[in-house]
Every structure is written in structure tokens, then in C-alpha cells.
């Protein structure tokens, strides 16, 4: 079992960058793909990026590349998400989710096995 735990979230300007950090618990942190998700009020949890165990692959959403870097330090079991040239859209509350497989799913929140309980992240223009 893994526990998440989201931190690094807050208040910024459209422009401003924040590095969201997941630390997770447990000696097989390096086994599992971390994802990033964003839930903003009223919508759904929206895939934000994925790495694999190994740190080599990743993915985006289309409205974060270019913007968005998901990396991870297995040694001290924890993955980031820097964010960019932040935007009023960005706002959200963020959260952190493992899996134990890579498939083509990884978009779909349903998929996930552990979530943290989130950081809020505000972008005012």
C-alpha cells in the first residue's frame, strides 16, 4: 500500500511558476506510475501527466505541455510536477495518484489505485 501526501500548492500570478511535490510512503515507491491529476469546481478530475516507474516516459495533457514537468527521485520517494507560465485556468485543487501498470488508460482517474488528499493551486490573472 502507498500513502500520498501533496504539498507546494498556493496562491500566484498568471506567469508565475509553483513545484508541486507528492511524497509517498513505503519501500516500493520505484514500482509504481505517478500521475498527476487537477479537479477544478464543477468539472471532473482531469488527467494532468504521467511517468512511468522508471522516470523515462511521460505523458501530458494537451492543455499543460510545453508548460507542465513531471519528474520523480525514487530515492526519496517523491514525484513533482514544476508548472510554468501559470494561467487563470490552471486553478485547481491537485492531486497525486499511483499505479501499478503503464497502460493506455492512464488518462482515466478510475484507473488509479492511491490518490493524495490534494493541493490547492490558485492562479489569479
Known amino acids: 500500500q502507498v500513502q500520498l501526501v501533496e504539498s507546494g500548492g498556493g496562491l500566484v500570478q498568471a506567469g508565475d511558476s509553483l513545484r508541486l511535490s507528492c511524497a509517498a510512503s513505503?519501500?516500493?515507491?520505484?514500482?509504481?506510475?505517478m500521475g498527476w491529476f487537477q479537479k477544478a469546481p464543477g468539472k471532473e478530475r482531469e488527467f494532468v501527466a504521467i511517468?512511468?516507474?522508471?522516470?523515462?516516459?511521460?505523458y501530458y495533457a494537451d492543455s499543460v505541455k510545453g508548460r507542465f514537468t513531471i519528474s520523480r527521485d525514487n530515492a526519496k520517494n517523491t514525484v513533482y510536477l514544476q508548472m510554468n507560465s501559470l494561467k487563470p485556468e490552471d486553478t485547481a485543487v491537485y492531486f497525486c495518484?499511483?499505479?501499478?501498470?503503464?497502460?493506455?488508460?492512464?488518462?482515466?482517474?478510475?484507473?488509479?489505485?492511491?490518490w493524495g488528499q490534494g493541493t490547492q493551486v490558485t492562479v489569479s490573472s
Open positions: 513505503g519501500r516500493t515507491f520505484s514500482r509504481y506510475v
Open positions: 495518484a499511483a499505479r501499478s501498470s503503464f497502460t493506455s488508460d492512464y488518462r482515466s482517474f478510475q484507473q488509479y489505485d492511491y
Open positions: 511517468i512511468s516507474s522508471s522516470g523515462i516516459t511521460t
